[in-house]
């Protein structure tokens, strides 16, 4: 085992001298619910700083929506988040690249590069190059255009007009088929980005508290053996090891799930219980999924929250997405083969029965065969190389929106048969060779009570009701001394970041610093 010493020990002087600096032999005691990132962040700054916390994790393990899985001779993959988004400001690049333990700039692998049909035939550069420009243009500033462009309007709907003007000025294509396989690829990549089921239910504007793009690499890989898994490991630590083993602190507490949450804004202290015990405790801070807030919210706080903070949790978006991994004996494909992006250019998208991103779709819909091809296949959005070493045998698949719930409620073999299917239809022309896999890994986010999805989005009733993640995030305080009672924290919260872990990351740190600030005034 590699550990880092020295900074193991930095890290404990640094929380020794902080938690001195808040001169208080008693900073009281606090109830950190979910042990994901922005839970284990909090809990860990809390202990170090001195107060009496306890983490209550409702399931068997750690990391919340990090989680990477081993198998096989080795190798690993993430069912959860992967990337570190950006570089500059990104307060877990900053943290971990010191380590080196994110792979350097210039050998960092994409979600794909190609985009083949359904005949097998794989596009041309100059045209996904157009593709993958028209799609910029979608996200940011079209610079070019030399004009203001104020967005009021669905992501879909933004997306359609950008791509009709962008097609008359860069002509992409004369085709129309090929004109809505485009929009549709769009599309899928959008519901990915976002968790969403389609880009028509998610706000294009470009008003108010927005998502912040981080300058630098943007989908910054770990360097094997490390990953996520590092990230937990070194928040409670402060060393990593290459085999990734580590004690988990006392103070955690899984398979603890919280049953209710009883404050007043009178009172001094909130009780926390479980299936076990109940904490009276001078603080919470409540970091589970805004799923969970969703599903659960109404039962699970006593008084109901506020009804501002109710109107944001049922008006801000919480989708899901699915990580298909499929391990093959040895790979078939070659060592630059990144991953390719199905474009159906063969559908009648005026057909709404092939709607996959349709809301009111059944799961027997989803699972209707068009052309021997079940629904939900079309809602794939790329068959990529894991890579970097992690999982040399292994290519994915991902589905966004209710099509990712669909999967998640089927078994593996019937999930395996189909997207192999679509690996023969789209690849094959270049791997002849696709052999049949030995095991399929898949992601069960929508489907699990103690997340209800994946991260958060706005959605166009965001913006129709005028709610923002700092809603989400705003603490119930005891209304004559402005002692947070209950705080909260988590990606959906961070009005910037959010969808991203150093948005939950960053969320931690500041509901911490909340609590201590308010300590250091008592």
């Given at each position: 085992?590699?550990?880092?010493?020295?900074?193991?020990?930095?890290?404990?002087?640094?929380?020794?001298?902080?938690?001195?600096?808040?001169?208080?032999?008693?900073?009281?005691?606090?109830?950190?619910?979910?042990?994901?990132?922005?839970?284990?962040?909090?809990?860990?700054?809390?202990?170090?700083?001195?107060?009496?916390?306890?983490?209550?994790?409702?399931?068997?393990?750690?990391?919340?929506?990090?989680?990477?899985?081993?198998?096989?001779?080795?190798?690993?993959?993430?069912?959860?988040?992967?990337?570190?988004?950006?570089?500059?400001?990104?307060?877990?690049?900053?943290?971990?690249?010191?380590?080196?333990?994110?792979?350097?700039?210039?050998?960092?692998?994409?979600?794909?590069?190609?985009?083949?049909?359904?005949?097998?035939?794989?596009?041309?550069?100059?045209?996904?190059?157009?593709?993958?420009?028209?799609?910029?243009?979608?996200?940011?500033?079209?610079?070019?255009?030399?004009?203001?462009?104020?967005?009021?309007v669905s992501q879909g709907v933004w997306a359609r007009y950008v791509l009709e003007?962008?097609?008359?000025?860069?002509?992409?294509?004369?085709?129309?088929?090929?004109?809505?396989?485009?929009?549709?690829?769009?599309?899928?990549?959008?519901?990915?980005?976002?968790?969403?089921?389609?880009?028509?239910?998610?706000?294009?504007?470009?008003?108010?508290?927005?998502?912040?793009?981080?300058?630098?690499?943007?989908?910054?890989?770990?360097?094997?053996?490390?990953?996520?898994?590092t990230l937990a490991q070194f928040i409670l630590s402060g060393s990593i090891s290459?085999?990734?083993?580590?004690?988990?602190?006392?103070?955690?507490?899984?398979?603890?799930?919280?049953?209710?949450?009883?404050?007043?804004?009178?009172?001094?202290?909130?009780?926390?219980?479980?299936?076990?015990?109940?904490?009276?405790?001078?603080?919470?801070?409540?970091?589970?999924?805004?799923?969970?807030?969703?599903?659960?919210?109404?039962?699970?706080?006593?008084?109901?929250?506020?009804?501002?903070?109710?109107?944001?949790?049922?008006?801000?978006?919480?989708?899901?997405?699915?990580?298909?991994?499929?391990?093959?004996?040895?790979?078939?494909?070659?060592?630059?083969?990144?991953?390719?992006?199905?474009?159906?250019?063969?559908?009648?998208?005026?057909?709404?029965?092939?709607?996959?991103?349709?809301?009111?779709?059944?799961?027997?819909?989803?699972?209707?065969?068009?052309?021997?091809?079940?629904?939900?296949?079309?809602?794939?959005?790329?068959?990529?190389?894991?890579?970097?070493?992690?999982?040399?045998?292994?290519?994915?698949?991902?589905?966004?929106?209710?099509?990712?719930?669909?999967?998640?409620?089927?078994?593996?073999?019937?999930?395996?048969?189909?997207?192999?299917?679509?690996?023969?239809?789209?690849?094959?022309?270049?791997?002849?060779?696709?052999?049949?896999?030995?095991?399929?890994?898949?992601?069960?986010?929508?489907?699990?009570?103690?997340?209800?999805?994946?991260?958060?989005?706005?959605?166009?009733?965001?913006?129709?009701?005028?709610?923002?993640?700092?809603?989400?995030?705003?603490?119930?305080?005891?209304?004559?001394?402005?002692?947070?009672?209950?705080?909260?924290?988590?990606?959906?919260?961070?009005?910037?970041?959010?969808?991203?872990?150093?948005?939950?990351?960053?969320?931690?740190?500041?509901?911490?610093?909340?609590?201590?600030?308010?300590?250091?005034?008592?």
């Amino acid at each position: 085992m590699r550990k880092l010493d020295l900074i193991g020990v930095l890290f404990t002087v640094f929380f020794t001298v902080r938690a001195e600096s808040i001169n208080r032999q008693n900073p009281g005691s606090v109830a950190v619910i979910g042990g994901g990132i922005a839970g284990l962040k909090a809990a860990s700054m809390l202990h170090a700083a001195g107060y009496n916390v306890t983490l209550l994790e409702a399931s068997d393990r750690i990391g919340g929506r990090t989680h990477t899985i081993w198998f096989g001779n080795e190798s690993y993959t993430e069912l959860g988040a992967e990337w570190v988004h950006g570089e500059r400001n990104n307060s877990i690049f900053q943290l971990m690249n010191p380590l080196g333990v994110l792979q350097p700039r210039g050998q960092l692998r994409e979600f794909g590069t190609d985009y083949g049909l359904p005949s097998g035939v794989w596009l041309q550069s100059n045209l996904t190059s157009n593709m993958r420009e028209y799609l910029n243009y979608t996200w940011f500033d079209p610079e070019d255009w030399r004009e203001e462009v104020h967005i009021n309007v669905s992501q879909g709907v933004w997306a359609r007009y950008v791509l009709e003007r962008f097609n008359r000025t860069y002509h992409i294509t004369d085709d129309p088929e090929m004109f809505e396989a485009i929009y549709d690829w769009a599309h899928r990549t959008s519901n990915a980005e976002e968790s969403a089921t389609s880009w028509f239910d998610v706000s294009g504007n470009d008003w108010g508290d927005r998502y912040i793009w981080l300058y630098g690499e943007p989908d910054v890989r770990w360097k094997p053996p490390y990953s996520y898994h590092t990230l937990a490991q070194f928040i409670l630590s402060g060393s990593i090891s290459e085999d990734g083993n580590f004690t988990l602190p006392d103070y955690i507490k899984l398979n603890q799930k919280v049953e209710s949450i009883q404050y007043s804004t009178n009172g001094q202290t909130v009780n926390v219980s479980t299936q076990d015990e109940t904490y009276s405790v001078d603080h919470v801070i409540f970091t589970g999924s805004l799923g969970v807030l969703k599903a659960n919210h109404a039962t699970l706080f006593t008084p109901p929250l506020s009804t501002r903070k109710q109107l944001a949790i049922n008006n801000i978006g919480f989708g899901s997405v699915i990580k298909i991994a499929i391990e093959f004996a040895e790979p078939w494909w070659t060592p630059t083969f990144e991953g390719l992006f199905p474009v159906w250019n063969d559908i009648d998208y005026s057909n709404e029965t092939l709607h996959y991103w349709r809301l009111d779709l059944t799961d027997a819909e989803l699972a209707t065969e068009y052309d021997g091809i079940p629904l939900w296949v079309r809602a794939i959005l790329t068959l990529f190389n894991v890579d970097s070493g992690s999982a040399p045998n292994v290519l994915r698949a991902w589905v966004a929106g209710n099509p990712a719930r669909f999967l998640d409620r089927q078994n593996s073999s019937y999930i395996q048969t189909h997207v192999v299917n679509a690996m023969r239809q789209f690849l094959s022309s270049q791997f002849p060779n696709i052999t049949e896999p030995i095991n399929l890994y898949k992601s069960n986010w929508g489907e699990d009570s103690n997340f209800g999805g994946t991260y958060s989005y706005r959605r166009v009733e965001s913006d129709a009701e005028n709610v923002w993640a700092a809603d989400l995030g705003t603490p119930i305080l005891n209304l004559a001394t402005n002692k947070p009672l209950v705080c909260f924290a988590g990606e959906a919260t961070h009005p910037h970041y959010y969808s991203t872990v150093h948005g939950a990351y960053d969320s931690a740190v500041r509901e911490v610093d909340r609590i201590v600030a308010w300590g250091k005034m008592d």
